[in-house]
């Protein structure tokens, strides 16, 4: 605990845009709360209009968004641009997957009879997540730059591939999964019920990443992005800060692993492929890097988008592409920066 | 004794193929200090080229062409359209719109050349097999396809460290704003070093579309170990590359001949058998984190 205090928050008030500043702060508290509103209201709305469809398109909406939140933290914070964190997506999946095996066919686990209890298993397969990442961040942060990147994508494709291996629970198949967890005992078969429970975990997740980031952890470990060897020899520990912020990415991703588990009802070796964890850097981007909730919107938006072009053409990728090469060379400041600049502008 | 020879001459194999597409991306990488996932994308373009040619002309040296200067082109296509744009932006920029360009290119080539997978002959030329040792005959094709790789090799190091291009190439890669201030056009040289690994790419689709299977997404799977036979090797050193390629080949070799023998005795057989193959699949990245976790700028770096 030799470590120096980080530096405090930015935006002190005597500096001069600090009037602009607060009102760009308060635009974006809006959006983000009429945002959590329409997410509140989409239950409903698929009722009134009588497309229930819709509910699941945005149970996928908000799983995909607490992965890419999770990776801003790192990406965009940290600026450790991890390219296997699919594998924890995976492994979040699997965890749930795998105990949901045992239990349907009754054989146990290691002497564990097993259970379907999400309070229990969730919190156990994010664990799982959360060591993996602590394990993968360490063995990764000895090394920076481009060698970081691949050396994530390494540990991506061999848990892949490990996947792939495991014949006894389906291979490259994959595994069914019988039914959804219970939460406390109530049954989460009811879309909408799970639905809400996403949303709910979302929001959570968002509140805790943004005070995460704005702490005297989050601080510092901008302050490493920014200057390293000025960090270091201010007294900031190189190591523990990435490393930290590294194992709760992975644990949030993980989480958004087992509610895709719950929500499939279906795990495979598709949800570790690298161009997985290529698409939830994307989203990112797309939102906006560093900004928490840009990310969860940039999620909806790149599956909207996907699903909109799947509807319109067999071949979307050809529009997807390009878009992202668009997105990347022109979109710096993603979605979000896109809205709240806006707001500036009229405020 | 004659199933390890056979193992060296297919490891030998996979290593030359590795080589001719690591060559191009590690000088890309050290030149530009741009990561291009689009370099899968001119192999599998190659590819195509190469069999849709031989198909519409039966002629292996047409396909020779086409494959080469369908990759070319393509490669040319994508720096002046895309690539010059990101020479300046950060590695994760490119990551996501060279990953863009890569899903752009499946489906571009799924439009022009169709869902079901080509075929292509191996040339009658080619065709047969080689008695190397008494009870051991080898494909000629693949005796070809290591000599065409030997020469395409002997040829970068002579135009690299012999030529006044290559030496461009090589200052540019050390300090590329002062071969600029120095009155060279870097941006050429880019190019030219850009288009270079194109063709090579081209040229690797055309000798292994007879012996693999040309498919839409295969170019994605061996980039993937190119690159980790470039951060094995070290990124920016085409010895590098040439050293990484030899580690990554020879032990997929003797791995999917040995291993599973060898676990097979300590293990179960429904066990081993998948452990075995995820194992061999996964060996070229076990050896990467090892390389990098030790070595973290790879065995032989540039500088």
């Not at chain 2, 899968?40 to 200067?69: N, P, Q």
């Not at chain 2, 719109?97 to 169709?114: D, H, R, Y």
């Not at chain 2, 993937?224 to 050293?243: D, E, H, K, P, Q």
Request: with cysteine; aromatic share 12%.
């Amino acid at each position: 605990m030799s470590t120096v205090a980080p530096p405090t928050r930015r935006d002190a008030p005597t500096s001069p845009d600090a009037g602009t500043h607060r009102r760009t702060h308060q635009r974006a508290r809006w959006f983000l709360l009429a945002g959590i509103a329409l997410l509140l209201a989409v239950p409903w709305f698929a009722q009134w209009s009588g497309q229930p469809f819709v509910i699941s398109l945005f149970t996928r909406f908000v799983i995909y968004a607490i992965a890419a939140v999770s990776l801003d933290l790192i990406l965009g914070y940290g600026a450790l641009v991890s390219f296997g964190h699919a594998a924890f997506f995976g492994l979040g999946g699997y965890v749930v997957g795998i105990v949901a095996f045992h239990v349907a066919d009754g054989s146990g686990l290691f002497g564990w009879a097993g259970t379907n209890e999400a309070l229990l298993l969730w919190p156990l397969a994010v664990g799982f997540c959360a060591l993996a990442g602590a394990g993968i961040g360490f063995l990764s942060l000895r090394t920076s730059g481009v060698q970081f990147i691949m050396i994530t994508l390494a540990f991506g494709q061999m848990f892949y591939f490990l996947l792939v291996g495991l014949m006894y629970y389906g291979g490259d198949d994959g595994l069914a999964i019988h039914t959804r967890n219970v939460l406390g005992g109530r049954s989460l078969r009811d879309p909408r019920a799970f639905y809400l429970v996403c949303v709910v975990l979302l929001v959570v997740w968002m509140w805790l990443c943004r005070r995460i980031v704005g702490s005297r952890f989050g601080m510092a470990l901008q302050s490493l992005k920014q200057n390293r060897k000025r960090s270091v020899a201010l007294g900031l520990a190189p190591l523990r800060y990435p490393l930290v912020a590294f194992t709760i990415s992975a644990a949030g991703t993980g989480l958004a692993g087992v509610l895709w588990a719950n929500y499939a009802l279906f795990v495979s070796p598709d949800m570790a492929t690298w161009q997985k964890s290529g698409e939830l850097m994307a989203m990112v981007i797309l939102g906006g890097m560093g900004t928490i909730v840009g990310p969860a919107l940039g999620a909806m938006v790149y599956l909207g988008l996907e699903q909109w072009l799947t509807a319109w053409t067999e071949h979307w990728m050809v529009v997807m592409g390009p878009a992202l090469v668009l997105i990347v060379l022109f979109g710096k400041r993603g979605l979000y920066g896109l809205l709240t600049a806006f707001g500036r502008r009229r405020g | 004794m004659l199933l390890f020879v056979e193992q060296t001459l297919n490891g030998i194999q996979y290593s030359a193929l590795l080589f001719l597409l690591s060559a191009g991306l590690t000088l890309v990488f050290g030149i530009m200090n741009v990561i291009n996932l689009t370099h899968g994308s001119f192999y599998m373009v190659g590819a195509f080229c190469a069999t849709s040619a031989a198909a519409l002309t039966g002629s292996f040296t047409a396909a020779i062409v086409a494959a080469v200067a369908g990759a070319g082109l393509y490669g040319f296509a994508i720096e002046r359209l895309v690539l010059r744009f990101l020479y300046r932006r950060d590695h994760l920029d490119q990551v996501l719109a060279t990953l863009g360009l890569v899903l752009f290119t499946n489906e571009l080539v799924t439009i022009v050349f169709g869902r079901s997978p080509p075929f292509m002959d191996i040339p009658p030329l080619l065709r047969g097999s080689v008695e190397l040792l008494p009870g051991l005959a080898y494909p000629l094709m693949r005796l070809a396809f290591i000599g065409a790789a030997a020469i395409v090799a002997l040829a970068l190091w002579f135009v690299l460290l012999r030529t006044p291009i290559g030496m461009r190439v090589r200052a540019g890669a050390d300090d590329h704003e002062m071969v600029d201030a120095l009155g060279v056009d870097v941006h050429r040289v880019f190019l030219l070093v850009f288009v270079l690994g194109a063709l090579l790419c081209g040229f690797a689709a055309v000798m292994s579309a007879p012996l693999l299977a040309v498919q839409i997404g295969m170019g994605e799977r061996i980039l993937i170990t190119a690159f980790v036979v470039i951060v094995i090797g070290g990124v920016g050193s085409v010895r590098g590359a040439l050293l990484g390629s030899f580690l990554v080949g020879m032990i997929d070799a003797y791995g999917r001949t040995w291993l599973p023998m060898l676990l097979s005795g300590l293990l179960p057989a429904q066990l081993s058998d998948p452990l075995a193959s995820s194992l061999i699949s996964a060996s070229a990245y076990i050896l990467m984190a090892l390389v990098l976790l030790f070595r973290p700028f790879g065995l032989l770096p540039a500088r």
